[in-house]
């Protein structure tokens, strides 16, 4: 496989702190881990394809894929996130290859892989356009692009639009992530690239939290946005209680005083032209 390079994006040493803060391995683990097999099975991988994880973290959809036979490269800016997945990997037996990749500058070359996918990764890249055009670029033609991403007005949309006046002001330029949850807006970024483009919402249930305050707590003591939100106010307690107050609310109006949320996905499957 020919292995290409281009210069760094400035905003990378900013994106690997963000994803460092807390600890997104256990958010993975402990919340999210059911998309990755969900995201495999639209996707219809199988033994020997060549598959590419795109903001892959630690792996939730590049361990299951090792497992399943297939040859897999695990891609993601955050060194943290990479050495995690790949205790887990060994933890479970699965082989592949990790590798510290900017999704807006995939060091891989054209062509290469039978399957490109990002399971809540790749939305996270600021510049949508330049993203959507790596994917495209590194999928073999009939190759499969598949894509979960949360929906600006599912549970996490709403947690980001909560948090979004709190936080520091994004990048110029960039998009907001739950746009990859919008289905007209990935067809736009993929083009007449890609055919046989489907995009379908679904729900992951999610019964680990008792009630919205634990689930805040749970946040913000683990999720990457989530502390850089709590820092940018440290010195400001009578914000640091606002936000408090409005996360817990978020998590108990989606409880409705049951035990299980339910969290709004888009999954996206196209094949390269």
């Given at each position: 496989?020919?292995i290409?390079?281009?210069?760094?994006?400035?905003?990378?040493?900013?994106?690997?702190?963000?994803?460092?803060?807390?600890?997104?391995?256990?958010v993975?683990?402990?919340?999210?881990?059911?998309?990755?097999?969900?995201?495999?099975?639209?996707?219809?991988?199988?033994?020997?394809?060549r598959?590419?994880?795109?903001?892959?973290?630690?792996?939730?959809?590049?361990?299951?894929?090792?497992?399943?036979?297939?040859?897999v490269?695990?891609?993601?800016?955050?060194?943290?996130l990479?050495?995690?997945?790949?205790?887990?990997?060994?933890?479970r037996?699965?082989r592949?290859?990790?590798?510290?990749?900017?999704?807006?500058?995939?060091?891989?070359?054209?062509d290469?892989?039978d399957?490109?996918?990002?399971?809540?990764?790749?939305?996270?890249?600021?510049?949508?356009?330049?993203?959507?055009?790596?994917?495209?670029?590194?999928c073999?033609?009939?190759?499969v692009?598949?894509?979960?991403?949360?929906?600006?007005?599912?549970?996490?949309?709403?947690?980001?639009?909560t948090?979004?006046?709190?936080?520091?002001?994004?990048?110029?330029?960039?998009?907001?992530?739950?746009?990859?949850?919008?289905?007209?807006?990935?067809?736009?970024?993929?083009?007449?690239?890609?055919?046989?483009?489907?995009?379908?919402r679904?729900?992951?249930?999610?019964?680990?939290?008792?009630?919205?305050?634990?689930?805040?707590?749970?946040?913000?003591?683990?999720?990457?946005?989530?502390?850089?939100?709590?820092?940018?106010?440290?010195?400001?307690?009578?914000?640091?209680?606002?936000?408090?107050?409005?996360?817990a609310?978020?998590?108990?109006?989606?409880?409705?005083g049951?035990?299980?949320?339910?969290?709004?996905?888009?999954?996206?499957?196209?094949?390269?032209?």
């Amino acid at each position: 496989m020919t292995i290409v390079t281009e210069p760094g994006r400035g905003y990378e040493s900013k994106h690997r702190a963000l994803w460092a803060l807390g600890d997104y391995a256990s958010v993975a683990s402990d919340v999210v881990a059911p998309l990755g097999p969900v995201l495999l099975s639209a996707s219809g991988i199988s033994p020997g394809d060549r598959v590419l994880d795109v903001a892959a973290g630690s792996g939730n959809v590049a361990i299951p894929a090792a497992l399943l036979g297939a040859d897999v490269i695990a891609g993601d800016l955050c060194p943290e996130l990479l050495e995690h997945g790949r205790q887990l990997a060994q933890e479970r037996g699965a082989r592949l290859r990790w590798m510290e990749a900017n999704a807006e500058a995939l060091p891989l070359g054209s062509d290469a892989f039978d399957a490109v996918l990002s399971c809540i990764g790749v939305m996270f890249a600021p510049y949508h356009q330049r993203s959507a055009d790596e994917l495209v670029r590194v999928c073999r033609p009939g190759g499969v692009i598949g894509l979960i991403s949360w929906t600006p007005g599912g549970f996490v949309g709403q947690m980001f639009a909560t948090m979004k006046p709190f936080m520091a002001p994004p990048l110029p330029g960039s998009q907001p992530a739950p746009l990859w949850g919008d289905e007209d807006h990935v067809r736009a970024l993929l083009s007449d690239r890609v055919i046989d483009f489907t995009a379908r919402r679904e729900m992951l249930p999610v019964n680990a939290f008792g009630d919205g305050a634990a689930f805040r707590d749970y946040f913000k003591a683990n999720y990457g946005p989530t502390v850089a939100a709590y820092q940018g106010i440290a010195d400001e307690p009578e914000r640091i209680a606002a936000l408090d107050a409005e996360l817990a609310a978020l998590g108990d109006r989606h409880l409705a005083g049951g035990s299980t949320m339910q969290w709004e996905y888009l999954l996206v499957t196209a094949r390269k032209r």
